[in-house]
């Protein structure tokens, strides 16, 4: 293939993406729907620096995941998708108590 061809299959299907439509809803019909289709349920969350709330949906075993942010006005919109969620263990340190 030529450049142009690849460079014209390229700018096409990178056009594509961008005009995907978002999912955006009410944040319960969202979750409720990912529930039913994927087995998925919430398994971390956190308020952004902008009010924001951002939770991770998951199947049990990690097969899929869903990013979720709910904005302060309550509109809920996927922010990503995927698979292989592996959830990290939290690491405490203890502190050694003072003599």
Not at 19 to 45: F, M, N
Request: with cysteine; charged share 20%; net charge negative.
């Amino acid at each position: 293939m030529s450049k142009a061809v690849l460079i014209s299959v390229a700018i096409v299907l990178v056009s594509s993406a961008a005009s995907a439509e978002v999912p955006c809803g009410q944040r319960d019909t969202i979750v409720d729907w990912l529930a039913g289709k994927y087995k998925e349920e919430p398994v971390a969350s956190g308020i952004s620096s902008k009010g924001a709330l951002i939770e991770v949906l998951s199947t049990e075993k990690g097969d899929t995941w869903t990013i979720l942010l709910t904005a302060p006005n309550g509109t809920s919109c996927v922010v990503d998708t995927g698979q292989a969620w592996q959830p990290k263990p939290h690491e405490f340190e203890v502190a050694e108590p003072q003599a």
